[in-house]
């Protein structure tokens, strides 16, 4: 309830949300840093419901948790074992059908559950190398599509892609993504980058 008002910090409004996560000794464990590491699990929990809001811990928590934890393990392994691929969508003029280039859409082979769209594992990437490995491997892919497209028709097509936020908002990140864009790209002009508008004002200085 304190959180629901607003805190004057310099003459400013500042509004905070809060998420918290309880663990009960002896009840969950009575091993000080599994009970602190148990807290942390269902404090994500609340943030990942929405926030504002309190999570007792519970075993299903850390079933979960292991689960993630395999789950981002998979994913390491889909990228050194090539699962990934990318599907190529027109953009094309209505006014007169030209193909005008398209967008790159990461999809990831799963070999037991199929094809996996980017919204079931991209979230699991947030702020991990992995993410940024998985970025290197889509510049280098459509890079090479654009290259065999024009060797066939003679058309370079445009091609935009989404960069996540954590690529922009990490120095050492944005170098090297730079480096391999001037480094792999034939025509730097015919590539778009895409990003969240949230992305943009997070750190406007830094961003730009």
Known sequence: HIFNSPFIIED?????????????APTNTTDPITLIRYADIAMYQSKNQ????YTWFTSDLESAEESIINFENQLREAITQ??????????VNITDDDFIGCEALLRWRHPSRGLIHPEQFMSSLDNSELLFD?????????????????????????????????IFQQKKYRDQIEKLLMDVIKHPQRVTLEVLESTLIADMKNIS
């Open 12 to 24: 400013q409004q500042v509004h905070a949300s809060t998420s918290i996560g309880i663990s009960v």
């Open 50 to 53: 929405g926030r504002n809001q």
């Open 82 to 91: 090539q699962q990934f691929e990318l599907h190529f969508q027109p953009i």
């Open 134 to 166: 998985l970025t290197c491997w889509v510049i280098r892919e459509f890079a090479q599509y654009q290259v065999e497209v024009e060797n066939k028709t003679s058309h370079m097509p445009c091609i935009s892609f989404n960069i996540a936020s954590v």
